[in-house]
C-alpha cells in the first residue's frame, strides 16, 4: 500500500492506495487509521485497487472545523474520491468507520454496489448495554479530559481494551499500532465521533438497500448484540450475516484470515 497525501478545503487528508481493478473503499475504526483496515486486509489488492484514508482526526488527517459525525466524515472521504476521479465503487467500514461507510452509502446510493460493515454499531438496541453506558460515561464533557489522559498511558489502555473491548486475543503488532493512533488522534473529533455513534440510525439504511451487502461480526464481540442483530437481519433476503464462532472484538492473525476469505467471497463478481 502507498502512502500519499491530498489537500481538501483547506484539511490534509492522508490516505493509503494500491492494487488494481474495481477501487474498494475502506473506513477504518475508532481513532485508528489506514493500517487498521487497509494493512490487515492488503490481500484484497490481488482483486480491488484499495482506497484506504485516515478519517479526519485520526491518523494524520486533520480534524474538521465543523462536529464529526458519520455524514461529515463521509463527506470528506467523498471528496477525496472526487479528488481521485473514483465515482462507483466498493465500501467497508469498521465498527464506528461502519457508521461513516453508511453515512456515505445513503448519501451516494447510485455509487456503491457492494457494502461489507464489519462489527457494526447500526443501532442503539443493537449495542450491549454494557457498552452503551461506557460510552455514555467516559465520553461526557466533564470525564473526557481524564479519559485521553489516561489512553495514553500504554499500561493503562492495554489493560482497559483487554477488559472491555478486544480481549485477550489481540496481537501485540496491533497493540502497538493502536497505541500509536491513540496518542495522535484529536480528542475532540474522537468525542464527537464516539457520541455520534450512539444515536445512530444504520440499520433502516441496510434495510432500505437493494443491492448485496455483507456483515461481519465475531459471536462474542463485546460491543454488539450479536443475537438481536441475528434477529433484525434475519428477514433480508440481500444482506449475507457472517457470524464467526471464534474470538471477539479484538484482531488476531487467525482472525483476519477468517474474515478475508468470508470478504472475498463477498466481492467476488
Known sequence: ??????????KRVRYLVGGEGKPLVLCHGFISSGEEFGGRFAALAGQRTLIAPDLPGNGQSDALSSRH????????VWALLAHLGVRHFDLAGLC???????????????????LILHTPLL????IRTQYRWQVRILASRALWPTVVWLS???????????????????????????????????PRAAREWLNDALGRQDLELVRSRTRP???IVPEHDRLVNVGRLREMVAPLDHVELVVD??????????????????MRLALTD
Request: aromatic share 4%; with cysteine.
Open 69 to 76: 459525525s458519520a455524514e461529515a466524515m463521509a463527506g470528506s
Open 152 to 186: 495514553r498511558q500504554r499500561a493503562v489502555s492495554d489493560l482497559y481494551k483487554r477488559l472491555a473491548i478486544e480481549g485477550k486475543d489481540v496481537d501485540p503488532h496491533t497493540a502497538d499500532v493502536n497505541y500509536l493512533n491513540q496518542r495522535r488522534a484529536n
Open 96 to 114: 464506528l468507520g461502519a457508521s461513516v461507510a453508511c453515512a456515505l452509502a445513503r448519501e451516494h446510493e447510485d455509487a456503491v454496489d457492494h
Open 1 to 10: 500500500m502507498e502512502e500519499r497525501f491530498a489537500v481538501l478545503g483547506g
Open 123 to 126: 443501532g442503539e438496541a443493537l
Open 245 to 262: 464462532g471464534q474470538g471477539g472484538h479484538g484482531w488476531s492473525p487467525d482472525a483476519v484470515g477468517r474474515h478475508l476469505a468470508a
Open 213 to 215: 451487502t455483507m456483515i
